[in-house]
C-alpha cells in the first residue's frame, strides 16, 4: 500500500516551506540571497521553488523581496528606522 500525501498535508507542507523562505529572506535581507541560495536552503530546486512561492505570495520571490527591502531602506534613510521585518507586508503575514 502506497500512501500519499492528502491535500490538507500538501498544503500545510507547501505553506511552511514558504512560510521558510520569507523568513530566510528577512534573517539575510542585508545579504539579498539568489533564488539558487534560497532554492539550496530550501532543499528544492529553482524552478520548484518560483512555481511554489508564486502560487503561495503571488509574486516572484525576487520582486517580494526587493520591494520590501527597498522599503526599508527608505524607512531607515528617512530615520523611521525599522528595517525589512518590521511594518512590511513579508514581516506582518509570515511571523
Known amino acids: 500500500m502506497t500512501l500519499v500525501a492528502s491535500p490538507d498535508t500538501a498544503g500545510e507542507r507547501d505553506y511552511q516551506r514558504i512560510r521558510a523562505a520569507i523568513r530566510y529572506l528577512v534573517a539575510h535581507a542585508d545579504q539579498q540571497p539568489t533564488l539558487a ?19 503561495w505570495a503571488r509574486r516572484q520571490p525576487q520582486a517580494l523581496f526587493a520591494a520590501d527591502y527597498l522599503r526599508s531602506r527608505q524607512s531607515a534613510a528617512g530615520g523611521r ?15
Open 37 to 55: 541560495e534560497l532554492a539550496a536552503e530550501l532543499a528544492l530546486s529553482e524552478a520548484h521553488l518560483q512555481r511554489l512561492f508564486t502560487r
Open 81 to 95: 528606522g525599522g528595517g525589512i521585518a518590521a511594518g512590511t507586508r513579508t514581516g506582518a503575514v509570515w511571523r
